[in-house]
């Protein structure tokens, strides 16, 4: 697993350098439509059924407030409409940024 070794803010972005050297950037917007969250994402019930996750897929506008790490494998975002109940691990944002 690559961690994050330093997380910036730079304008409507953000930016994360890995432990192996590469760069990551995401723009507030994309990050908060990827949230992991069931308020975004949705969760399934044992039967199948699904909850949730029929919000908007478009934050125009929506800043990023400020971040914490949680434990060794996560992120979790604050943006500027109040969301903050993502968890972003470490690999889930690698994916999102198309580095492997």
Do not use: C
Request: charged letters at 25%; a negative charge; proline letters at 4%.
């Amino acid at each position: 697993m690559h961690l994050p070794v330093d997380i910036q803010m730079v304008g409507d972005e953000i930016a994360i350098r890995w432990s192996d050297g590469a760069e990551s950037y995401f723009h507030a917007e994309r990050l908060r439509a990827a949230s992991p969250s069931a308020e975004t994402q949705g969760e399934r019930d044992v039967l199948g059924n699904q909850y949730g996750g029929a919000g908007p897929k478009r934050f125009p506008g929506v800043k990023v407030l400020g971040w914490e790490q949680v434990g060794n494998y996560a992120l979790r975002f604050d943006f500027s409409d109040g969301h903050r109940t993502g968890l972003y691990s470490f690999d889930y944002l690698r994916k999102l940024s198309d580095l492997t």
